[in-house]
């Protein structure tokens, strides 16, 4: 089956730093999104990006679809970007998500 | 917020018991999907509606039941329930059946004790 593997597992950061989050993926793609869960678990929409970059204010992705990897970009991290951030990958069939393992992200002040 | 309504936010109940959870989508999404949050096994997709029948199924156990009603509302039924079971469950919602984003509800932690 289709494998998402996302790196780093864990990414601590003092905030006002950078950092960049890997999503690999095995197959090709249809859908991809990027959501951030808070410390509530709420799973928050970041990106629908199945090709291409955009853009949300400190955040940006890029998927380039016929390498099979997109990125997720945080500037001037925030305490309150702290969370989990994952990946998912939508089949070309239907709308079913594949959800990577995700990555850990700590903020400190 | 995402304009996906889950009900209850928390359950608590006793092995061998049966649940509902129930999810009301964004308004003019058709699609509703079930997905399961555990500490071993991540998230995972349960099952898929479109429009009042069922879509997609993935690795929902027959202990698990779903289906979505005609004002597109959707019932996920536990029953005989294990401690195992234990965990946040997600309902999702998108405008159609495929390529299209998905929206997430706040979740229902359900604790079996």
């Known amino acids: 089956g289709i494998q998402v593997e996302q790196s780093p597992p864990d990414l601590i950061l003092q905030e006002g730093a950078n950092s960049t989050l890997r999503c690999n993926f095995s197959?090709?793609?249809?859908?991809l999104q990027w959501f951030h869960q808070n410390p509530w678990g709420q799973l928050i929409n970041l990106f629908y990006?199945?090709?291409g970059t955009k853009q949300n204010g400190r955040l940006s992705a890029t998927t380039v679809a016929t390498e099979r990897y997109s990125l997720l970009y945080i500037s001037s991290s925030q305490t309150t970007d702290s969370g989990v951030y994952f990946c998912?990958?939508?089949?070309?069939?239907?709308?079913?998500?594949?959800f990577g393992e995700g990555t850990q992200l700590t903020v400190n002040p | 917020d995402s304009g996906v309504t889950q009900t209850p936010k928390h359950l608590i109940t006793a092995t061998g018991q049966r649940v509902t959870l129930r999810c009301s989508p964004r308004?003019?999404?058709?699609?509703v999907y079930w997905y399961q949050q555990s500490l071993d096994q991540g998230l995972q997709f349960l099952i898929q509606?479109?429009?009042?029948?069922?879509?997609a199924k993935g690795n929902i156990l027959e202990r698990f039941s779903a289906q979505q009603f005609p004002d597109l509302h959707s019932e996920l039924n536990l029953s005989s329930l294990e401690l195992g079971d234990s965990a946040l469950y997600f309902c999702?919602?998108?405008?159609?059946?495929?390529?299209?984003?998905?929206?997430f509800g706040q979740g229902t932690r359900l604790t079996v004790v």
């Open positions: 197959d090709s793609v249809n859908n």
């Open positions: 308004s003019g999404d058709l699609s």
């Open positions: 999702a919602s998108s405008a159609r059946d495929r390529n299209t984003e998905a929206f």
């Open positions: 998912a990958w939508g089949e070309t069939s239907g709308s079913r998500l594949t």
């Open positions: 509606y479109y429009n009042g029948e069922e879509r």
């Open positions: 990006i199945p090709s």
